[in-house]
Each structure stands twice: as C-alpha cells, then as structure tokens.
Nanobody, 118 residues
Framework: QVQVVESGGGLEHPGGSLRLSCWTSGFIFSHHTMSWYRQAPGKKREAVAVIHTSGARTDYSDSVKGRFTISRDNAKNTVYLQMNMLKPEDTAVYYC???????????WGQGTQVTVSS
C-alpha cells in the first residue's frame, strides 16, 4: 500500500522557519523524483521545489529560491523542505509528490497547512 505523508506544517511568524517532512512507503523511493507543491486559497497548485532521484539536482520556483531548501534521505524514504525567511504569501497547503522515473506514475500526499502571519 502506497503512503505519502506530509508533516511539519503550522503557524509561523513572518521571518520564521519551518521544516516540512514527507515520509513515503509502498514504492521504491530512490527511483522517484520528489517535489513539493503548494496551493493557496483561490489559487492554482504550483510547484515549489523538486529534487531528482540521487539528490544531486534540485530546482526551485523563483518565489522561494534562496529561502527554501529541498533535500532527501533515500535511506529513510523521506523528503524535506526547509523553509526560511517565511512570508505571508507562503501561506498555503503544501503537498508532496513522487514521480516515477520509469513509468511517470505519480503519488500525492494529503497536504500539510502552513500559515505565516503576525
């Protein structure tokens, strides 16, 4: 059974930090490109960060570049998103996605709420 479980969201003040985690099971984690997406109320879901299978390559949206860092631990089947210098516009539900390098199949988590407010 495939599981994709995000955690670490919450309420933080502007300028603060949060670390999201996404634990997975039921598929070969090291064969999947992992991404973080977010969706704010009334807006489309957008890609925030992606990390390729070995962890050697990462990419970020312009809105988070220099503030967020994606990383993965293939031994723990987990991907992380370190979010620093948070802004109110970072408020959203954050989702984790696994994309198979072989057949393009996707697995999504249920999301974790991040709220940045003073």
């Amino acid at each position: 059974q495939v599981q994709v479980v995000e955690s670490g969201g919450g309420l933080e003040h502007p300028g603060g930090s949060l670390r999201l985690s996404c634990w997975t099971s039921g598929f070969i984690f090291s064969h999947h490109t992992m991404s973080w997406y977010r969706q704010a109320p009334g807006k489309k879901r957008e890609a925030v960060a992606v990390i390729h299978t070995s962890g050697a390559r990462t990419d970020y949206s312009d809105s988070v570049k220099g503030r967020f860092t994606i990383s993965r631990d293939n031994a723990k089947n987990t991907v992380y998103l370190q979010m620093n210098m948070l802004k109110p516009e970072d408020t959203a539900v954050y989702y984790c996605k696994a994309l198979s390098s072989f057949d393009g199949h996707e697995f999504w988590g249920q999301g974790t709420q991040v709220t940045v407010s003073s």
